[in-house]
């Protein structure tokens, strides 16, 4: 560690036998302060005083698309929060995060994740299958696009953008006959009442680390690493590296076509022993829908990464890397 004044004066908080209240970085929005007071209420739980820090962000105040604000947009004005010491920890949704990892920061504790698949919020409590050809359905994800249209049930899909509430109310008020929308963030806010179908991976793969959260501390905090990690759930830490390393071997980002889905589930050996396998799926979408291509592997949870990129390598083979140019360079304004 630094010797310098204003380093030790940051810092000296975390030498001490006791942490002073944790400072807990968050966007404002409703999912991410409930996102991020779950942490805050398990450190507590854990004996560690902790408190939210709202940081606004760009992507909390522009209503344009995604892609023009940037990738990573939620994500980098709470890192650099962390980084001049404005708090001492952040809370992501995992899946917003750029899969390359800044090297001053870490990720000691990725919780238990909720549902990981995405939801229909339907008018008249309508499933996929039920609804007319031309309804208008909303969602801003190119991989949600590309997957419904694949589909084929001739689905009119809008792009969608503002918070939960906000997507909601479009079909509350007619504007949307539907929306696709992550299922654990309605979950974490208590509405997913609303949710008229849940889609299953066979139709709709979620983004990758969907439903996860990260979070994330500077590097050089050792004894605030110790603590974050007793919130690490060794299960959801599996998948999401499996699902982040198929994300990364393709060179997508938070945006692309891709989805991914890495589960823990037991099988049986020869003499009747039960243990633990990841099955990792994944697709690679045009967003156009004209094409979704789909591989899975099955394999041991230590070697995560490398069956997430072991997918990718065969989503590679099938030519996903022509599919996604076409999406680039197509209608990929949502
Ligand atoms: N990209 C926005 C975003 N980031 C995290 C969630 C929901 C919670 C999660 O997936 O962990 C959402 C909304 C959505 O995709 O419907």
Avoid: W
């Avoid at 299953?200 to 793969?205: A, G, N, R």
């Avoid at 994944?282 to 072991?310: F, I, M, N, Q, Y």
Wanted: glycine letters at 10%.
């Amino acid at each position: 560690m630094s010797t310098d004044a204003a380093t030790s004066t940051a810092t000296e908080h975390l030498t001490g036998p006791k942490f002073r209240t944790l400072r807990i970085g968050t966007r404002g929005s409703l999912l991410a302060m409930t996102q991020a007071g779950a942490v805050r209420d398990a450190l507590i739980s854990a004996g560690h005083p902790a408190e939210l820090v709202i940081i606004k962000t760009k992507g909390d105040v522009t209503a344009g698309p995604v892609q023009r604000i940037g990738v990573g947009v939620f994500v980098a004005e709470l890192r650099e929060a962390l980084l001049a010491g404005e708090v001492d920890v952040a809370v992501h949704s995992y899946k917003d995060l750029p899969t390359a990892q800044p090297d001053e920061l870490v990720i000691p504790a990725v919780p238990p994740r909720e549902d990981p698949r995405d939801a229909l919020v339907a008018r008249d409590g309508l499933v996929l299958g039920e609804l007319p050809s031309g309804s208008k359905i909303g969602t801003s994800a190119p991989r949600r696009r590309a997957q419904l249209r694949a589909l084929g049930l001739g689905l009119e899909i809008l792009p969608l953008r503002g918070n939960i509430d906000t997507r909601l109310g479009k079909v509350a008020s007619g504007e949307l006959d539907g929306i696709v929308i992550a299922r654990a963030g309605l979950s974490r806010i208590g509405r997913a009442s609303e949710i008229t179908e849940t889609l299953e991976p066979v139709q709709m793969l979620p983004a990758p680390s969907q439903g996860a959260l990260a979070v994330e501390c500077r590097a050089d905090e050792p004894d605030l690493i110790a603590i974050l990690s007793e919130l690490d759930d060794s299960t959801t830490r599996a998948e999401v590296t499996a699902e982040r390393a198929l994300l990364a071997e393709l060179e997508a980002g938070c945006t692309a076509p891709v989805g991914a889905i890495a589960e823990i589930v037991e099988s049986i050996d020869g003499e009747g022993r039960v243990f633990e396998e990841l099955s990792v799926r994944g697709c690679a979408a045009s967003t156009d829908g004209s094409d979704v291509l789909r591989a899975s592997k099955v394999g041991s949870p230590e070697s995560a990464d490398e069956l997430g990129r072991a997918v990718a390598r065969e989503l590679l083979e099938l030519g996903a890397r022509d599919l996604m140019t076409i999406a680039e360079d197509g209608d990929a304004d949502d």
